[in-house]
């Protein structure tokens, strides 16, 4: 089965800001990575919810934009939330240790709150 591409959505409620992220966070993925850095930058809310139930895969480009990501909500004083990682991206998450970086919610709701 073929990865679809990654695509993305955002949702500012409160202060929350809820990025969905759904197909594969490829190395070709980058310029949508990058949009959701612009984002993230124009809408910075104190908590940002990345909604990973629909990412079906992420490579190390989308782990470093996680990564980068999070230092740019944490310079601001926020706190990035990682919502319903599939089990494939959970696993990625936690054989790079990078699971431990991120709170990890088991579903949107739970990380908006």
Do not use: K, N, W
Request: proline fraction near 4%.
């Amino acid at each position: 089965m073929e990865s679809e591409p990654l695509a993305t959505s955002c949702l500012v409620r409160g202060q929350v800001l809820s990025i969905t992220l759904r197909g594969a966070a490829t190395h070709e993925a980058a310029a949508v990575l990058q949009h959701c850095m612009r984002t993230l930058q124009r809408q910075f809310q104190p908590v940002v919810v990345l909604d990973l139930s629909g990412l079906q895969f992420i490579a190390s480009a989308g782990l470093g934009a996680l990564v980068a990501m999070r230092e740019l909500v944490r310079v601001r004083g926020g706190e990035l939330r990682l919502a319903a990682p599939t089990p494939a991206v959970l696993e990625i998450l936690t054989i790079t240790g990078l699971g431990r970086l991120f709170p990890l919610y088991g579903d949107i709701t739970q990380a908006e709150a």
